[in-house]
C-alpha cells in the first residue's frame, strides 16, 4: 500500500512530484519480484481518498494524475490514511508492506497507537515512512513508534532530489538521507537489528583536549563491524571542524591497519572507517565541543552480524502458545530471549537490561545464564514494576563472544506497558476437546489503573462447535470474592476478574488430532485485546 499527503504544502519545491518518481521505483522494484500483489493508494488532507488496484500499471496512471489540494497548512492525518488502507484493503494480507509519503507530523497517531501495535502484531504489516522537511525538522517520535514496532524504517530527506529509494529502503542507506531518533540529543538508524544499532552514550563525560572542554559519545564497535559510518550534525555549524572520532585505547595490530576518512560539511561532519583485516574492536570515542547547542549522531555498519536475538512475552501459565503480549503494570510474565549464533557468545557473561527509552535509564539488569532453558533459548519471569512504570522500554543485550570481544544489542521491539491486560490463567482437559465433554477457558483481566474501566469478552471457535461466557469472578483491591454475570464488566481501580468460558465438545464430528482455535476479544475503552487458544480435537477421552 501507498499512503501520502496531497495537502497545499507539498506542492513547495516539487514534492509530489518526488512522490510519484518513489512510488515509480517501487512498482519496478516489485515487477522484477515476479509475485502477484493487491495494490491500494491512499491519499489524504482534510479527507482521504482510498482506491484498490490489481495491476501496476493503473496504479501508475492513477498516481500520475494526483495533484495537491489547495491550502498550505501542514495539519496531517497520517495514521487514519494508513488505517483505512489496511481496512479496505479485501483482506488483511500478512506481511504486507506500506510506504508512507508525507512532511508533518501527524495529529493522529497518539490516539491510534494502541489500534496500531495490535495490527502489526497479528497481521505483520512493515511500515516505512520517507518524509520530506518542509514542515518538520525531524520524525515524529510516533512514526519512529510505528516504523520500529513493524520492521520499517524512518527516512527524513536532507535534500531535495530523487534518490534511489528502493535500495535504501533494502539497508544501503545513502548519505543523502538523514535519520532522526526520539531525543535531539540522540540520533537512531533503525533498519533492523541485523543491519544497524541505535548507539547511544550512557553518560556525558567533560574531558579537556587542547585548552578546550569536551562532551564524549560512546561507539561500541565488534567483530561484526568491518565497516561503519559515523554522521555528525552540530550547531553552531563553525563547531563541525571541532568533532573528533578517536579509536580505542588499545593494544592492538587490527587498530593499526584501518583507514579512516574524514568529510566536513557546513554544520556536519562524517567518519568512514574501514578495516583492512578484521576490526578495531572495542569502545570508540566520538568527541564535540562542550560550548555546542546542538548535536546529534548516527552510526551505520555494513557487515554479518555474529551475535543477535529475538525478544518478546509470553504468558506464563500457557507456555509459547500464547506469545507476544503487551507487558502489563504489576503483572508477571515470562520474557523470552533466543540468542542467534549462540554458540560464539560466552554464556556466563551474557547480561540482559531493561531500558526506558525516556532518559535511556537502565531500571533491570539480570545475568541471562540464571535463565537458560534449552538450546539458544532463555526464558526469565519479569514483573513491569513500579521503577518501569508505563514508560516505553527497550531491552540490551551485552556480553563477549568467544573470542573476547565486547558486544551490545539492541531489541528491535520498543515495547509498551500497559495498565489494562488479560492472560489465560488455565485451559482444562490439557487443551484438548473430547466427544460430549467441556473444556473451560479461565481468562484473568486486571485494572491496574487508577480509575474504572470496562471490560466485555466475547468468544467464538474456528469449528462453530459452540463457546459461551459463563461468569466472572471479581477480586477488588481488598481481596475480596464476588460473582458477577453481567457482560461488559466495570472494574474499580486495582481489581482483576476471572472469566469463565466453556467450550461445547460436539458428540460427534470431532476429527483426531485436529485443532480448532478459540478467539477471544476483550475489549476495553483504551484498546481490544484478542486472545487465542489453540484446541487438539480428540476422538476419545485419553
Given at each position: 500500500?501507498?499512503?501520502?499527503?496531497?495537502?497545499?504544502?507539498?506542492?513547495?519545491?516539487?514534492?509530489?512530484?518526488?512522490?510519484?518518481?518513489?512510488?515509480?521505483?517501487?512498482?519496478?522494484?516489485?515487477?522484477?519480484?515476479?509475485?502477484?500483489?493487491?495494490?491500494?493508494?491512499?491519499?489524504?488532507?482534510?479527507?482521504?481518498?482510498?482506491?484498490?488496484?490489481?495491476?501496476?500499471?493503473?496504479?501508475?496512471?492513477?498516481?500520475?494524475?494526483?495533484?495537491?489540494?489547495?491550502?498550505?497548512?501542514?495539519?496531517?492525518?497520517?495514521?487514519?490514511?494508513?488505517?483505512?488502507?489496511?481496512?479496505?484493503?479485501?483482506?488483511?494480507?500478512?506481511?504486507?508492506?506500506?510506504?508512507?509519503?508525507?512532511?508533518?507530523?501527524?495529529?493522529?497517531?497518539?490516539?491510534?497507537?494502541?489500534?496500531?501495535?495490535?495490527?502489526?502484531?497479528?497481521?505483520?504489516?512493515?511500515?516505512?515512512?520517507?518524509?520530506?522537511?518542509?514542515?518538520?525538522?525531524?520524525?515524529?517520535?510516533?512514526?519512529?513508534?510505528?516504523?520500529?514496532?513493524?520492521?520499517?524504517?524512518?527516512?527524513?530527506?536532507?535534500?531535495?532530489?530523487?534518490?534511489?529509494?528502493?535500495?535504501?529502503?533494502?539497508?544501503?542507506?545513502?548519505?543523502?538521507?538523514?535519520?532522526?531518533?526520539?531525543?535531539?540529543?540522540?540520533?537512531?538508524?533503525?533498519?533492523?537489528?541485523?543491519?544497524?544499532?541505535?548507539?547511544?552514550?550512557?553518560?556525558?563525560?567533560?574531558?579537556?583536549?587542547?585548552?578546550?572542554?569536551?562532551?564524549?559519545?560512546?561507539?561500541?564497535?565488534?567483530?561484526?563491524?568491518?565497516?561503519?559510518?559515523?554522521?555528525?550534525?552540530?550547531?553552531p555549524d563553525d563547531l563541525a571542524e571541532n568533532v573528533v572520532l578517536r579509536k580505542p585505547n588499545v593494544q592492538s595490530t587490527n587498530c593499526e591497519d584501518i583507514k579512516m576518512t574524514r568529510t566536513d560539511m557546513v554544520g556536519s561532519v562524517q567518519f568512514d572507517v574501514k578495516s583492512g583485516n578484521c576490526p578495531c574492536t572495542g569502545v570508540w570515542t566520538l568527541l564535540y565541543p562542550k560550548t555546542a547547542k546542538i548535536f546529534s549522531y548516527s552510526v551505520r555498519s555494513s557487515g554479518e552480524f555474529i551475535i543477535s536475538f529475538d525478544a518478546f512475552f509470553v504468558d506464563s501459565n500457557s507456555g509459547?502458545?500464547?506469545?507476544?503480549?503487551?507487558?502489563?503494570?504489576?503483572?508477571?510474565?515470562?520474557?523470552?530471549?533466543?540468542?542467534?549464533?549462540?554458540?560464539?557468545?560466552?554464556?556466563?557473561?551474557?547480561?540482559?537490561?531493561?531500558?526506558?527509552?525516556?532518559?535511556?535509564?537502565?531500571?533491570?539488569?539480570?545475568?541471562?545464564?540464571?535463565?537458560?532453558?534449552?538450546?539458544?533459548?532463555?526464558?526469565?519471569?519479569?514483573?513491569?514494576?513500579?521503577?518501569?512504570?508505563?514508560?516505553?522500554?527497550?531491552?540490551?543485550?551485552?556480553?563477549?563472544?568467544?573470542?573476547?570481544?565486547?558486544?551490545?544489542?539492541?531489541?528491535?521491539?520498543?515495547?509498551?506497558?500497559?495498565?489494562?491486560?488479560?492472560?489465560?490463567?488455565?485451559?482444562?482437559?490439557?487443551?484438548?476437546?473430547?466427544?460430549?465433554?467441556?473444556?473451560?477457558?479461565?481468562?484473568?483481566?486486571?485494572?491496574?489503573?487508577?480509575?474504572?474501566?470496562?471490560?466485555?469478552?466475547?468468544?467464538?471457535?474456528?469449528?462453530?462447535?459452540?463457546?459461551?461466557?459463563?461468569?466472572?469472578?471479581?477480586?477488588?483491591?481488598?481481596?475480596?470474592?464476588?460473582?458477577?454475570?453481567?457482560?461488559?464488566?466495570?472494574?474499580?481501580?486495582?481489581?482483576?476478574?476471572?472469566?469463565?468460558?466453556?467450550?461445547?465438545?460436539?458428540?460427534?464430528?470431532?476429527?483426531?488430532?485436529?485443532?480448532?482455535?478459540?478467539?477471544?476479544?476483550?475489549?476495553?475503552?483504551?484498546?481490544?485485546?484478542?486472545?487465542?487458544?489453540?484446541?487438539?480435537?480428540?476422538?476419545?477421552?485419553?
Open positions: 500500500a501507498v499512503v501520502s499527503t496531497q495537502s497545499g504544502h507539498y506542492g513547495r519545491d516539487n514534492e509530489i512530484g518526488y512522490v510519484k518518481a518513489y512510488i515509480d521505483q517501487i512498482l519496478d522494484q516489485h515487477a522484477q519480484s515476479k509475485y502477484k500483489a493487491f495494490y491500494i493508494v491512499t491519499a489524504f488532507s482534510e479527507s482521504i481518498s482510498v482506491k484498490r488496484f490489481q495491476r501496476a500499471g493503473d496504479v501508475r496512471d492513477h498516481v500520475r494524475d494526483i495533484e495537491v489540494a489547495n491550502g498550505l497548512d501542514c495539519e496531517e492525518r497520517t495514521c487514519m490514511g494508513i488505517l483505512e488502507s489496511i481496512y479496505k484493503a479485501p483482506q488483511r494480507y500478512k506481511n504486507s508492506v506500506i510506504y508512507v509519503f508525507t512532511d508533518a507530523s501527524s495529529k493522529d497517531c497518539r490516539l491510534l497507537d494502541s489500534i496500531f501495535r495490535q495490527l502489526i502484531t497479528t497481521s505483520k504489516i512493515k511500515i516505512n515512512f520517507v518524509l520530506f522537511g518542509t514542515c518538520t525538522k525531524g520524525i515524529d517520535k510516533y512514526y519512529i513508534s510505528l516504523a520500529e514496532s513493524s520492521g520499517g524504517s524512518c527516512f527524513l530527506l536532507k535534500d531535495r532530489g530523487v534518490y534511489d529509494m528502493t535500495r535504501s529502503l533494502d539497508g544501503e542507506v545513502r548519505r543523502e538521507i538523514l535519520v532522526f531518533g526520539e531525543h535531539g540529543s540522540d540520533a537512531v538508524i533503525k533498519h533492523g537489528q541485523g543491519n544497524a544499532e541505535v548507539l547511544r552514550s550512557t553518560a556525558k563525560t567533560n574531558i579537556k583536549s587542547d585548552g578546550e572542554f569536551y562532551e564524549v559519545k560512546d561507539i561500541l564497535v565488534d567483530t561484526s563491524m568491518d565497516i561503519f559510518h559515523v554522521d555528525a550534525e552540530i550547531y509459547m502458545q500464547i506469545a507476544n503480549l503487551e507487558p502489563c503494570l504489576g503483572q508477571t510474565d515470562n520474557l523470552v530471549v533466543n540468542v542467534k549464533q549462540h554458540e560464539k557468545a560466552i554464556k556466563s557473561l551474557l547480561v540482559l537490561d531493561i531500558v526506558r527509552v525516556e532518559g535511556n535509564t537502565t531500571v533491570h539488569s539480570s545475568k541471562l545464564s540464571r535463565y537458560y532453558h534449552h538450546g539458544s533459548t532463555y526464558i526469565m519471569p519479569l514483573t513491569i514494576s513500579e521503577d518501569i512504570g508505563l514508560y516505553d522500554f527497550r531491552i540490551i543485550l551485552t556480553g563477549k563472544t568467544i573470542d573476547g570481544t565486547p558486544f551490545r544489542r539492541i531489541s528491535t521491539e520498543r515495547f509498551t506497558p500497559t495498565t489494562v491486560c488479560t492472560r489465560v490463567t488455565e485451559v482444562t482437559n490439557y487443551h484438548a476437546l473430547f466427544p460430549g465433554q467441556r473444556t473451560y477457558i479461565t481468562l484473568m483481566v486486571s485494572n491496574n489503573d487508577a480509575v474504572t474501566e470496562i471490560f466485555s469478552v466475547t468468544c467464538s471457535d474456528a469449528a462453530k462447535y459452540g463457546v459461551r461466557v459463563l461468569s466472572f469472578t471479581v477480586y477488588d483491591a481488598d481481596g475480596r470474592r464476588s460473582r458477577r454475570y453481567t457482560n461488559p464488566l466495570a472494574l474499580d481501580a486495582g481489581s482483576r476478574a476471572e472469566a469463565r468460558v466453556v467450550v461445547e465438545g460436539p458428540e460427534v464430528g470431532l476429527t483426531h488430532g485436529q485443532t480448532n482455535t478459540v478467539t477471544c476479544v476483550i475489549g476495553t475503552t483504551r484498546k481490544d485485546f484478542v486472545v487465542s487458544v489453540n484446541l487438539t480435537e480428540m476422538e476419545k477421552e485419553i
